[in-house]
């Protein structure tokens, strides 16, 4: 069994802005999954970023210089 760790996972609006992430992270090396979005979070593509918590600034800063538009970031244990 895995070992749970804590996350921040951002969630989209759609699939388009995740892939979106998924790219700008590739380029500014930023570490980070795409991962189906946890039921317990709401997410109206069904597709979330994660990534270590260390990494919520800096990530949130990214994709608002980015013009990437989510609807949430949420620090989970997963």
Same mark, same amino acid.
């Given at each position: 069994?895995?070992?749970?760790?804590?996350? &921040?996972? &951002?969630?989209?609006?759609?699939?388009?802005? +995740?892939? +979106?992430?998924?790219?700008?992270?590739?380029?500014?090396?930023?570490?980070?999954? /795409?991962? !189906?979005?946890?039921?317990? /979070?709401?997410? *109206?593509?069904? =597709?979330?970023?994660? !990534? *270590?918590?260390?990494?919520?600034?800096? /990530?949130? !800063? +990214? /994709?608002?210089? +980015?013009?990437?538009?989510?609807?949430?970031?949420?620090? =989970?244990?997963?």
């Amino acid at each position: 069994m895995k070992e749970k760790r804590n996350c &921040v996972v &951002v969630t989209f609006y759609t699939t388009a802005e +995740a892939m +979106a992430t998924k790219k700008l992270c590739k380029e500014q090396n930023i570490p980070g999954k /795409l991962i !189906s979005a946890p039921r317990s /979070l709401s997410a *109206d593509c069904g =597709i979330a970023w994660c !990534s *270590d918590t260390e990494l919520g600034k800096t /990530l949130q !800063s +990214a /994709l608002t210089e +980015a013009q990437i538009e989510f609807a949430g970031f949420h620090e =989970i244990i997963i």
